[in-house]
Antibody, heavy 119, light 106 residues
Framework: EVQLVESGGGLVKPGGSLRLSCAAS????????MNWVRQAPGKGLEWVSS????????YYADSVKGRFTISRDNAKNSLYLQMNSLRAEDTAVYYC????????????WGQGTLVTVSS | SYELTQPPSVSVSPGQTASITCSGD??????ACWYQQKPGQSPVLVIY???KRPSGIPERFSGSNSGNTATLTISGTQAMDEADYYC?????????FGGGTKLTVL
């Protein structure tokens, strides 16, 4: 069974940092592109970042570029998101999701982890 | 980023057909997919590559995509289909999501 389990969320002050993790199991992690998608309270889905299966291609939404860093460890079946210089508008549930690359679809999502940026 | 536009809400009576649209520039030249999200839950893929259904998704869910508009159609809508629905497509190596449509079954 495919499983994606996020962790690392919590309450952080504006300007602070947080590192999210996504533990994958039940599939060949190294064969999939991985993504972070967030959802602010009561709002829609917003793509945050993608990383290709071998980490060769990395993309960020303009809203997080220069502040967030995506990475992965295929040996540990894990995806990460380092979030620096956090702002109130970064408050959201952060989901990890997998896809096969190209123009494919997000076929499995984690349960999400809540990040709250507040003083 | 690629902008996709959805109506904020759609209402349908049980047993009737619901249609949710998603508009974007030359969307018909790309593949569209659709996600269902119920309150407090993660999104679930219901349609990919415009019209294909993942395993486990009921046949009442169907999709189409042409011109600038993709459409999710739910035939014989059931109460359990009440949820938020999001379209998504890729453009220039990054994905865009529609703003979401709240489907109310009443």
């Amino acid at each position: 069974e495919v499983q994606l389990v996020e962790s690392g969320g919590g309450l952080v002050k504006p300007g602070g940092s947080l590192r999210l993790s996504c533990a994958a199991s039940g599939f060949t992690f190294s064969s999939y592109r991985m993504n972070w998608v967030r959802q602010a309270p009561g709002k829609g889905l917003e793509w945050v970042s993608s990383i290709s299966s071998t980490s060769s291609y990395i993309y960020y939404a303009d809203s997080v570029k220069g502040r967030f860093t995506i990475s992965r460890d295929n040996a540990k079946n894990s995806l990460y998101l380092q979030m620096n210089s956090l702002r109130a508008e970064d408050t959201a549930v952060y989901y990890c999701a997998r896809d096969l690359g190209g123009t494919s679809w997000f076929d499995h999502w984690g349960q999400g982890t809540l990040v709250t940026v507040s003083s | 980023s690629y902008e996709l536009t959805q109506p904020p809400s759609v209402s349908v009576s049980p047993g009737q057909t619901a249609s949710i649209t998603c508009s974007g520039d030359k969307l018909g030249d790309k593949y569209a997919c659709w996600y269902q999200q119920k309150p407090g839950q993660s999104p679930v893929l219901v349609i990919y590559e415009d019209s294909k259904r993942p395993s486990g998704i009921p046949e009442r869910f169907s999709g189409s995509n042409s011109g600038n508009t993709a459409t999710l159609t739910i035939s014989g809508t059931q109460a359990m289909d009440e949820a938020d629905y999001y379209c998504q497509a890729w453009d220039s190596s990054t994905p865009g999501f529609g703003g979401g449509t709240k489907l109310t079954v009443l």
